[in-house]
């Protein structure tokens, strides 16, 4: 083969690999801002739902272009859309659904990432505590998607090319993961990781409140958990 003929050939593959990236990328952000508008209408819902009890506390903040947060009581769930297109490493079960197998172009995905923090962990600035990813969305260009994440079992990996992302599903897939973070309890961590302090801690902490806290520090947070 001349180099004309491979400059040709990786020209061409170079085209179609971007083209797919790129409509897999839009289409992923399509959803994300769908998703922020579901979030805004969601908090003045709840909000309506529960009237004036100001102990049950919903808020939306729009964080940018590929983020947002919501508010729900002593949680923050922040909602994140990587900039980047992503293929599957060759151990992932994805790969041996039909859909991918019979086209590879359809395992390029953007991604939708949701982590539950701790409100009181931006309230007070402290910048140490820890978040967890409880759920992830994969987008690829044909709005064909799936979730790994807590409590989304229906969505997952083997569903995969079978369903469209509705406005229904996505806000189907929002609510599992604000009654998971609900129900995902802030535990006392293990005595024996708590016993010494450093004087510089204390400091942090009459000046800003800085210790760290998440909502399972000491122990052992598996993907798996439910």
């Known amino acids: 083969m001349d180099g004309d003929s491979k400059r040709e050939l990786i020209i061409s593959a170079l085209d179609t690999k971007s083209l797919i990236k790129v409509e897999a990328y839009n289409k992923c952000?399509?959803?994300?801002?769908?998703l922020k508008d579901l979030l805004h209408e969601m908090s003045g819902q709840i909000n309506e739902a529960v009237g004036s009890s100001r102990l049950i506390k919903t808020e939306y903040r729009d964080r940018g272009k590929f983020e947002a947060q919501l508010q729900v009581a002593s949680d923050m769930l922040i909602f994140s859309m990587?900039?980047?297109?992503?293929?599957?490493?060759?151990?992932?079960?994805?790969?041996?659904?039909?859909?991918?197998?019979?086209?590879?172009?359809?395992?390029?995905?953007?991604?939708?990432n949701i982590y539950d923090f701790l409100a009181d962990s931006f309230r007070y600035n402290r910048s140490a505590d820890e978040g967890y990813l409880i759920?992830?969305?994969?987008?690829?260009?044909?709005?064909?998607?799936?979730?790994?994440?807590k409590r989304q079992g229906s969505y997952s990996y083997d569903t995969f090319g079978s369903q469209?992302?509705?406005?229904?599903?996505?806000?189907?897939?929002?609510?599992?993961?604000?009654?998971?973070?609900?129900?995902?309890?802030?535990?006392?961590?293990?005595?024996d990781t708590q016993k010494i302090i450093a004087v510089e801690q204390v400091n942090t902490k009459i000046e800003n409140s800085k210790i760290q806290t998440g909502k399972r520090l000491g122990y052992k947070f598996n993907s798996d958990d439910v």
């Open 82 to 112: 990587h900039t980047d297109v992503f293929k599957f490493n060759r151990e992932h079960s994805v790969l041996s659904v039909d859909y991918v197998k019979n086209d590879d172009s359809n395992a390029y995905c953007g991604i939708i």
């Open 29 to 34: 952000f399509e959803i994300f801002t769908e």
């Open 164 to 191: 469209v992302l509705t406005t229904e599903i996505l806000t189907d897939i929002i609510e599992t993961a604000i009654l998971y973070a609900a129900e995902f309890d802030l535990l006392v961590p293990p005595y």
């Open 135 to 149: 759920a992830r969305i994969f987008v690829n260009r044909n709005r064909h998607f799936f979730v790994e994440g």
